[in-house]
T-cell receptor, first 112, second 114 residues
Framework: DAKTTQPNSMESNEEEPVHLPCNHSTISGTDYIHWYRQLPSQGPEYVIHGLTSNVNNRMASLAIAEDRKSSTLILHRATLRDAAVYYCILDAGGTSYGKLTFGQGTILTVHP | EAQVTQNPRYLITVTGKKLTVTCSQNMNHEYMSWYRQDPGLGLRQIYYSMNVEVTDKGDVPEGYKVSRKEKRNFPLILESPSPNQTSLYFC?????????????FGSGTRLTVV
């Protein structure tokens, strides 16, 4: 099964952009890349997802490398409410359809 | 409000006493799944279901059972709980196919087996 690798932690200052990297070198051609975040004592919250092209929504942007072996979640202006654990997830296809593989997550700290 | 509801939120039980954690969603989602979260291990998938009467194993299915008799409900059953099943459990749901929509997670069930 394809796995993801993320840095254990990152720090940012409020109102500055944040780039959260994720490596998924064994990704298959049908795997979607999802990002979720989790606040303490809450369930994960959907942030963004994509397949091959870069994606933008009101929360963030997702930049996917041309070879799809890595991706970056971009928070354009970090706020204190963005402090959370961010998970990069591969949504498997083929015979593992529907089976999610979670990375270890990156703890994002945002300083005022 | 569109949501995934888990019950109970907290549960302390004794080894070997059968228990069920319920999960219900009101979004008419086909796909539902259970995860456990342990310190240092992140979230690991236990079971998932693509639709009614269709279930499949995730990464850590041992010691758990599930059923999907109705679209909205996906209960997690521990026939004989053991202390190593002490964990934080999350249920999630999504439209089908799940990869083209985000997943909605419940608020979690913290289970302690003594």
């Amino acid at each position: 099964d394809a796995k993801t690798t993320q840095p254990n932690s990152m720090e940012s200052n409020e109102e500055e952009p944040v780039h959260l990297p994720c490596n998924h070198s064994t990704i298959s051609g049908t795997d979607y890349i999802h990002w979720y975040r989790q606040l303490p004592s809450q369930g994960p919250e959907y942030v963004i997802h994509g397949l091959t092209s870069n994606v933008n929504n009101r929360m963030a942007s997702l930049a996917i490398a041309e070879d799809r072996k890595s991706s970056t979640l971009i928070l354009h202006r970090a706020t204190l409410r963005d402090a959370a654990v961010y998970y990069c997830i591969l949504d498997a296809g083929g015979t593992s359809y529907g089976k999610l593989t979670f990375g270890q997550g990156t703890i994002l700290t945002v300083h005022p | 409000e569109a949501q995934v509801t888990q019950n109970p939120r907290y549960l302390i039980t004794v080894t070997g006493k059968k228990l069920t954690v319920t999960c219900s969603q009101n979004m008419n989602h086909e796909y539902m799944s259970w995860y456990r979260q342990d310190p240092g291990l992140g979230l690991r998938q236990i079971y998932y279901s693509m639709n009614v009467e269709v279930t499949d194993k995730g990464d850590v299915p041992e010691g758990y059972k599930v059923s999907r008799k109705e679209k909205r409900n996906f209960p997690l059953i521990l026939e004989s709980p053991s202390p190593n099943q002490t964990s934080l459990y999350f249920c999630a749901s999504s439209l089908y196919p799940p990869r083209v929509r985000g997943y909605t997670f419940g608020s979690g069930t913290r289970l302690t087996v003594v």
